[in-house]
């Protein structure tokens, strides 16, 4: 059987760290997940909210380096709760126990350099390498191409 959940979306609000007892860190948080397809008499598309929860250095990542408005990308499986309210109702809740989390965009809205569907591969710190003048994603080789076995 397999349980196994990837979402992207927007926080909805800054992550809540709390530890448990024995010192263990928790993170809840939700995200805004858009969904594929519109409404059929609209045409806008609808959006979930769903609820996150990450442990230990997860958790703390999470805590530390996203906040609300933040695209993440989730990685992690689904859990069902059963649990009962202040006046003794059964009550279920779904949510995502969070094993990844990544970031979806890149830090500074709008800067795009280096950076590759929000997945910012270089450190901030050094250079992206140049892109071709031509304006496209590839470049030319100059080296003699005919020993390629493809």
Do not use: C
Not at 118 to 144: I, K, R, V
Request: hydrophobic content about 35%; glycine content about 10%.
């Amino acid at each position: 059987m397999l349980n196994h959940i990837i979402l992207m979306g927007r926080l909805t609000r800054d992550p809540e760290l709390r530890h448990t007892g024995s010192g263990v860190a928790v993170a809840s948080f939700s995200i805004a997940v858009d969904r594929d397809f519109g409404n059929r008499e609209t045409g806008e598309k609808e959006t979930d909210f769903i609820d996150i929860v990450a442990w230990r250095n997860t958790a703390e990542f999470v805590s530390k380096y996203f906040t609300k408005g933040r695209m993440a990308v989730v990685s992690g499986r689904l859990q069902i709760r059963n649990w009962t309210d202040k006046e003794g109702n059964k009550r279920r809740s779904a949510e995502v126990v969070a094993d990844n989390v990544y970031f979806g965009d890149s830090k500074r809205d709008g800067d795009s350099a280096g950076s590759f569907g929000g997945y910012a591969p270089f450190p901030s710190d050094t250079a992206a390498p140049a892109a071709p003048a031509s304006g496209s994603d590839f470049a030319m080789l100059e080296e003699d191409d005919s020993q390629l076995p493809f």
